[in-house]
Nanobody, 115 residues
Framework: QVQLVGSGGGLVQAGGSLRLSCAAS????????MGWYRQAPGKERELVAT???????NYGDSVKGRFTISRVNAKNTVYLQMNSLKPEDTAVYFC?????????WGQGTQVTVSS
């Protein structure tokens, strides 16, 4: 059973920065894809960023140029550096992993950006 534990959320002023971390446990070998999705109240869950084990990245349009995803394969750990935060970034951020078709989700960490 793969478990994803995310952390790093909190309250920050608009224009500030946060760094999210997510580490996987209960898995042998590399996770093919890891990343972050977010969900705000009343809205659908949306892609933030993903990264494959070979380094390919993908970003949601609303965060391009502001957020950066990175990972350490040996530790099955993924990071999300969030800069120039806006109030519309306020959401619960979920770490995501996919290993040979098996999907895993973290517990979610709250990010709140004040005006």
């Amino acid at each position: 059973q793969v478990q994803l534990v995310g952390s790093g959320g909190g309250l920050v002023q608009a224009g500030g920065s946060l760094r999210l971390s997510c580490a996987a446990s209960g898995v042998i070998g590399r996770i093919n894809a890891m990343g972050w999705y977010r969900q705000a109240p009343g809205k659908e869950r949306e892609l933030v960023a993903t990264c494959t084990s070979d380094g390919s990245t993908n970003y949601g349009d609303s965060v391009k140029g502001r957020f950066t995803i990175s990972r350490v394969n040996a530790k099955n750990t993924v990071y999300l550096q969030m800069n120039s935060l806006k109030p519309e970034d306020t959401a619960v951020y979920f770490c995501y992993g996919n290993r040979w078709g098996e999907e895993s989700w973290g517990q979610g960490t709250q990010v709140t950006v004040s005006s």
